[in-house]
């Protein structure tokens, strides 16, 4: 029964362990991106310079994901979390040290992006595949949905923490920053699971195993790249600082509350799915969560009132929030385990190019269109890449259940 099904999971304590451990991180991030987007603006107050922070994080990610892959497969998952956590505190302990000696500037945030990207491409690999080591299968999606809901309370709270705490001076932000992601990683530290490592030695071959495994799965393949066309061109948040400074002229306690806004919805959304999973049509649900995402990042483009843009992002988060989930375990389900730090990898790759290479697409255009257009044009390429899924992916659209038909 569903009580019963909760009472299990939150009994799962290495499971609880890394879901604090990631909620912190996630926070700890969240309040990062906040500082150094507005810091960065404050410097240039260039929409291109936003997007190259996105492309410097990605560019490095890309080039070291599938190698992270294979790791994941062979290393201790859990300690290779807590080492991105503990390289992305020495990363704001570097921002605190720069902004008191007064050399914090365009090239350093540049470069510290080239950092965070590396530590995200074996970051993101290692959470992804250790979660289903975590808990038993018919607790997966319910897993999957709680980790999304400390996501989205950590997405929440962190930007607009970091948004209230900038007012006080970026050092306090790095600061705080620095102290989470050291309790975070010592939290993922006492995670305990039975570590089975892949005992390929690493070649091209089980390099790109993960590769060859979501080409050949349809499913996988459909549900991985939707997230990188759709999230690619209808992603906002890089333009947040010109619509918190500019359009909607609030400051940075402005900029916080419109990051956090998305995270609203998907909480929300995340609760729903803990209480009640998705049983029958997962296919269809999930194309018609990209439409909504795609309508409400055209309602957020065109709106000139703080609360309408608001509730636009609100809407986008919960539509996400299912997209997430839903091709989350998808992902999951169809994956053997010594396969899934691979396909992690290639997950991640594409996860990586639908924010942070968004983030740079975003920029570009602004910068040649204005941010409104922009904005509008990628929530229409969002609703042309839902149509599109349903024909170039017919057995991930008809998908009707979570497991995989065997």
């Known amino acids: 029964m569903p009580h019963d099904s909760l009472r299990h999971l939150f009994a799962q304590q290495s499971f609880m362990r890394f879901w604090f451990a990631r909620v912190g991180g996630i926070t700890a991030n969240q309040m ?11 410097i240039t107050s260039s929409a291109w310079d936003l997007g190259l922070v996105g492309l410097f994080q990605f560019v490095p990610a890309l080039l070291m994901t599938l190698p992270a892959g294979h790791l994941a497969d062979r290393l201790h998952r859990g300690r290779i979390f807590a080492s991105c956590m503990f390289v992305q505190a020495l990363v704001a302990l570097l921002l605190v040290t720069a902004t008191q000696g007064g050399f914090a500037s365009r090239e350093l945030i540049l470069a510290i992006s080239v950092l965070l990207g590396l530590a995200r491409a074996f970051q993101m690999p290692a959470q992804q595949a250790l979660l289903p080591l975590l808990v038993p299968t018919q607790l997966l999606q319910r897993a999957i949905a709680l980790s999304a809901t400390g996501m989205e309370a950590a997405v929440i709270g ?18 705080s920053c620095a102290v989470l992601l050291l309790l975070s990683g010592v939290l993922t530290m006492l995670v305990r699971y039975q570590h089975r490592p892949s005992t390929l030695a690493a070649n091209w071959n089980t390099l790109l195993a993960g590769v060859v495994f979501v080409w050949r799965s349809k499913v996988v393949l459909g549900a991985t790249s939707l997230d990188l066309f759709a999230v690619l061109l209808g992603g906002a948040t890089a333009l947040l600082p010109i619509y918190a400074r500019d359009i909607l002229q609030t400051g940075p306690v402005g900029l916080g509350i419109l990051r956090s806004a998305p995270a609203v919805g998907a909480l929300t959304m ?24 795609g309508l409400a990042t055209i309602a957020f483009g065109l709106s000139t009132h703080f609360g309408l843009s608001l509730l636009a992002l609100a809407v986008t988060g919960a539509a996400d929030c299912i997209s997430v989930v839903t091709r989350s375990t998808l992902v999951q389900m169809e994956t053997p385990d010594e396969m899934r ?13 639908s924010n942070q290479l968004g983030e740079f697409e975003s920029g570009a255009t ?5 941010p409104e257009s922009s904005v509008v044009l990628g929530g229409f390429g969002t609703l042309l890449v ?21």
Do not use: C
């Open 386 to 406: 839902a149509a599109a899924w349903l024909r170039l992916f017919p057995n991930l659209a008809e998908r009707d259940r979570m497991e995989p038909t065997t």
């Open 341 to 353: 730090g691979r396909v992690s990898a290639v997950n991640s790759i594409f996860i990586g190019a």
């Open 158 to 175: 962190g930007p607009a923490l970091g948004g209230v705490l900038y007012t006080t001076g970026a050092i306090t932000v790095y600061l």
């Open 366 to 370: 602004a910068a040649l269109f204005g």
């Open 270 to 293: 995340s609760f729903v799915l803990i209480r009640w999973p998705l049983r029958r049509q997962v296919g269809h649900k999930l194309l018609a969560a990209v439409a909504v995402f």
């Open 32 to 42: 990062l991106m906040v500082a150094v987007a507005w810091h960065m603006y404050d």
